[in-house]
């Protein structure tokens, strides 16, 4: 049986970010051509907690985790790559979080039920309301996704996107690291964030659809108001529901998970590009940084993937 491995990463400005167990580094090329490093060790909540390493809990650790890790790397990565615009305060990075949760909620959460709530009359229908609002969320983040990937910065990052996946297939299929195996791999991986955002929105459906029908028996009416008030506290335990579901996707081959599977596959068409070779360098450089002493250890042979990124 082939050993398994948490190895993942993400695209940030200009470079990638790849993380391995016990570390992550960060490789961003400047505006010269010259590739900078930022290492950092770091062990999970889920590895160091009995309580955050039971299911469910265990997603939501990981995903406040992971956005914590990506809005660093991001910011370090801007400013390496655009210095003469990276230069910004904290409380510029505050409203700029803040605007960014801001448009997500109005984006995947108001706009969905209120659109569905005007539109139709089936506001009491808790499967069929969330059937509706779930089908205009999912409508939005492709639409979203189209959008942003006509931006020239944002199709750079997706191709970043692209050689991290491809380094991180190259590393796992157990043949040497470099540009021209990585160059020969897929840039669709199905452990990728954008597979488990639409797995999530999956889920959402579900979770909200039975949260709608308790606040309804024990109140007896249902409101935007209140379902936004249930709704918004539970996006947590969502998420922990789509790493469940992602995981079990990952070590199942039966028809139901391979379905479940294809439409994040699907959209990695949009948000992942087909990456330059120096792109690719600039990923296995994070790679090598983030196992650094081990590496040599760890090439070679093949693993089972665990990570989501």
Same mark, same amino acid.
């Not at 940030?12 to 051509?33: C, L, N, Q, S």
């Given at each position: 049986?082939?050993?398994?491995?948490?190895?993942?990463?993400?695209?940030?400005?200009?470079?990638?970010?790849?993380?391995?167990?016990?570390?992550? =580094?960060?490789?961003?090329?400047?505006?010269?051509?010259?590739?900078?490093?930022?290492?950092?060790?770091?062990?999970?909540?889920?590895?160091?907690?009995?309580?955050?390493?039971?299911?469910?809990?265990?997603?939501?650790?990981?995903?406040?985790?992971?956005?914590?890790?990506?809005?660093?790397?991001?910011?370090?990565?801007?400013?390496? =790559?655009?210095?003469?615009?990276?230069?910004?305060?904290?409380?510029?990075?505050?409203?700029?979080?803040?605007?960014?949760?801001?448009?997500?909620?109005?984006?995947?959460?108001?706009?969905?039920?209120?659109?569905?709530?005007?539109?139709?009359?089936?506001?009491?229908?808790? *499967?069929?309301?969330?059937?509706?609002?779930?089908?205009?969320?999912?409508?939005?983040?492709?639409?979203?996704?189209?959008?942003?990937?006509? *931006?020239?910065?944002?199709?750079?990052?997706?191709?970043?996107?692209?050689?991290?996946?491809?380094?991180?297939?190259?590393?796992?299929?157990?043949?040497?690291?470099?540009?021209?195996?990585?160059?020969?791999?897929?840039?669709?991986?199905?452990?990728?964030?954008?597979?488990?955002?639409?797995?999530?929105?999956?889920?959402?459906?579900?979770?909200?659809?039975?949260?709608?029908?308790?606040?309804?028996?024990?109140?007896?009416?249902?409101?935007?108001?209140?379902?936004? *008030?249930?709704?918004?506290?539970?996006?947590?335990?969502?998420?922990?529901?789509?790493?469940?579901?992602?995981?079990?996707?990952?070590?199942?081959?039966?028809?139901?998970?391979?379905?479940?599977?294809?439409?994040?596959?699907?959209?990695?068409?949009?948000?992942?590009?087909?990456?330059?070779?120096?792109?690719?360098?600039?990923?296995?450089?994070?790679?090598?940084?983030?196992?650094?002493?081990?590496?040599?250890?760890?090439?070679?042979?093949?693993?089972?993937?665990?990570?989501?990124?």
């Amino acid at each position: 049986m082939k050993p398994s491995i948490l190895v993942g990463g993400q695209a940030v400005i200009e470079g990638v970010m790849m993380r391995v167990p016990g570390a992550y =580094a960060t490789a961003v090329r400047d505006p010269e051509g010259e590739i900078h490093i930022q290492k950092k060790e770091f062990q999970s909540i889920t590895e160091r907690s009995n309580f955050w390493k039971k299911p469910i809990f265990r997603g939501m650790a990981s995903l406040y985790e992971a956005m914590k890790m990506g809005m660093a790397t991001l910011n370090y990565s801007a400013d390496i =790559a655009m210095p003469e615009e990276g230069e910004q305060s904290k409380l510029g990075e505050f409203f700029s979080t803040v605007f960014a949760i801001g448009l997500a909620i109005t984006l995947f959460m108001v706009a969905p039920m209120w659109i569905t709530t005007k539109l139709m009359n089936i506001e009491k229908e808790a *499967l069929w309301f969330n059937l509706a609002s779930g089908g205009f969320r999912i409508a939005f983040f492709v639409i979203y996704l189209l959008a942003i990937s006509m *931006l020239k910065d944002v199709r750079r990052l997706f191709q970043y996107h692209g050689a991290e996946h491809r380094v991180v297939y190259n590393f796992e299929s157990g043949k040497d690291v470099n540009v021209d195996n990585a160059q020969s791999f897929p840039t669709q991986h199905p452990r990728c964030g954008t597979s488990f955002l639409f797995i999530v929105l999956l889920s959402a459906i579900l979770v909200f659809a039975i949260v709608d029908t308790i606040v309804m028996y024990f109140l007896g009416t249902i409101s935007l108001p209140i379902r936004l *008030l249930a709704h918004l506290p539970l996006i947590p335990l969502v998420s922990g529901v789509g790493y469940e579901l992602i995981k079990l996707s990952a070590k199942s081959d039966s028809i139901f998970f391979s379905i479940l599977k294809q439409p994040g596959l699907w959209l990695q068409n949009i948000t992942t590009k087909q990456p330059e070779n120096d792109m690719v360098e600039v990923s296995i450089t994070a790679l090598k940084e983030a196992f650094g002493d081990r590496y040599e250890d760890m090439v070679g042979q093949e693993y089972t993937a665990e990570a989501i990124g």
